[in-house]
């Protein structure tokens, strides 16, 4: 799903016009990232936490040439999913689990041969 995607979603459930919910969605995300740029954490209570963390230096390979490079420490911005979220997609993959697993019935009509008297 795209900003566009849920900017649609959001003002047709309001009835507000799209220019003015893509607004308010970008300034939504907006306060998000100064948050986190500021205090390294922020906690939306029933969604998630967002996190920035440092990522150590490391040694890795190039996958294309087998040698070795140094990678950088960076920061990195982490989510950790809260208990309501994590509970309702759980809800929805046991959903799907089940319907996936529920034997297939067909709705066609079944064909059977009948012998010609003759």
Do not use: C
């Not at 920035?52 to 490079?69: D, F, I, M, S």
């Amino acid at each position: 799903m795209t900003k566009k995607e849920i900017v649609k979603q959001i003002a047709d459930r309001l009835g507000q016009p799209q220019l003015k919910t893509k607004e308010i969605v970008q300034l939504t995300f907006d306060a998000i990232i100064d948050t986190l740029l500021e205090t390294k954490r922020i906690e939306l209570r029933n969604f998630g936490v967002f996190e920035v963390k440092e990522r150590r230096a490391r040694r890795a390979r190039n996958p294309r040439t087998g040698q070795q490079v140094d990678v950088p420490p960076k920061l990195v911005v982490t989510f950790k999913p809260g208990k309501e979220m994590e509970e309702r997609v759980q809800r929805i993959a046991n959903q799907k689990l089940a319907q996936q697993q529920a034997p297939q019935v067909s709705h066609q009509p079944q064909i059977t041969k009948q012998a010609s008297i003759g």
